[in-house]
C-alpha cells in the first residue's frame, strides 16, 4: 500500500524568505510519480509541482523546487522568495503503476507573514 | 480552457435527506475522479471514470452512495440518505487518459454540512 506523510501541520515564514516543506512517502512500484499541490482558502486545488521518480534532476518551477532523495522516500518543496499570495494548505501526494490513483499526505497549512 | 466545473458549491442538509453533486471536467479529459475531503485532512479518492465505465470504486461506501457518468462526460455523485459524518468537501477532478497521466485538475468542490 502506498502512504504519504507529511510531518509538519503548520509552518510559518517571513515574506521574501525561503521555507521548506517536508514529506515522506512509502510504495512498492518502481515506476510513480510525485506531486505538491497548492490549495489556498478558496479551496481550489492548484498543482504546483510534479516530479516523475525516474528522473534524478530534480524540478524546478520558478520559485518553487523539490528536493527528491528516492532511496530515502523523501521529497521537500522548497519555496523561494515567498510571497503572500503563497499562503495556503500544501499537500503532497503520490501517484504510482496505471491506477492513475493519487495517495495524497495530511497537509501542512503556510502562512506568508508580511 | 474553462477547468473543472462542479455545483452546488455549498450545500447544507438535515440528516437522512438525499443529496446530489454535479461535475463537468475538463473538454477532452476522459478520466474522472471524486474524491472526499475531510475538514484539516487530504483528499481521498471515491470513485474514478474512465470514460464512462467506473474502473475503480473499491473506497466507495455503496450503501448509501452512487455515481454515475452515463455520456462519458459529466458525472453525478448522489448520496442517499446521508449521515452526519458525511459532512466534507467533495472535489471532482479530471485527467488525460493514458498511462502515467497523474496530472489531475480539481475544481472548486462543494462543501456539504449535514445537520
Known amino acids: 500500500a502506498q502512504t504519504v506523510t507529511q510531518s509538519q501541520p503548520e509552518m510559518s515564514v517571513q515574506e521574501a524568505e525561503t521555507v521548506t516543506l517536508s514529506c515522506t512517502y512509502d510504495?512498492?512500484?518502481?515506476?510513480?510519480?510525485l506531486f505538491w499541490y497548492k490549495q489556498p482558502p478558496s479551496r481550489q486545488m492548484i498543482l504546483v509541482i510534479r516530479?516523475?521518480?525516474?528522473?534524478?534532476q530534480n524540478a524546478t518551477e520558478n520559485r518553487f523546487s523539490v528536493n527528491f532523495q528516492k532511496a530515502a522516500k523523501s521529497f521537500s518543496l522548497k519555496i523561494s522568495d515567498s510571497q503572500l499570495g503563497d499562503t495556503a494548505m500544501y499537500f503532497c501526494?503520490?501517484?504510482?503503476?496505471?491506477?492513475?490513483?493519487?495517495?495524497f499526505g495530511q497537509g501542512t497549512t503556510l502562512q506568508v507573514k508580511p | 480552457e474553462a477547468g473543472v466545473v462542479q455545483s452546488p458549491r455549498y450545500k447544507i442538509i438535515e440528516k437522512k435527506q438525499p443529496v446530489a453533486f454535479w461535475c463537468n471536467p475538463i473538454?477532452?479529459?476522459?478520466?474522472l475522479y471524486w474524491y472526499r475531503q475531510n475538514l484539516g485532512q487530504g483528499p481521498e479518492l471515491l470513485i474514478r471514470?474512465?470514460?464512462?465505465?467506473?474502473?475503480?470504486d473499491s473506497q466507495l461506501p455503496k450503501d448509501r452512495f452512487s455515481a454515475e457518468r452515463l455520456k462519458g462526460v459529466d458525472s453525478t455523485l448522489k448520496i442517499q440518505p446521508a449521515e452526519l459524518g458525511d459532512s466534507a468537501v467533495y472535489l471532482c477532478?479530471?485527467?488525460?487518459?493514458?498511462?502515467?497521466?497523474?496530472?489531475?485538475?480539481f475544481g472548486p468542490g462543494t462543501r456539504l454540512t449535514v445537520t
Open positions: 471514470y474512465e470514460n464512462e465505465e467506473a474502473v475503480d
Open positions: 501526494a503520490s501517484g504510482s503503476g496505471n491506477t492513475g490513483k493519487l495517495i
Open positions: 510504495t512498492s512500484e518502481n515506476n510513480y510519480y
Open positions: 477532478a479530471s485527467s488525460i487518459s493514458g498511462a502515467n497521466s497523474y496530472e489531475q485538475y
Open positions: 473538454s477532452g479529459h476522459n478520466t
Open positions: 516530479q516523475e521518480a525516474y528522473k534524478q
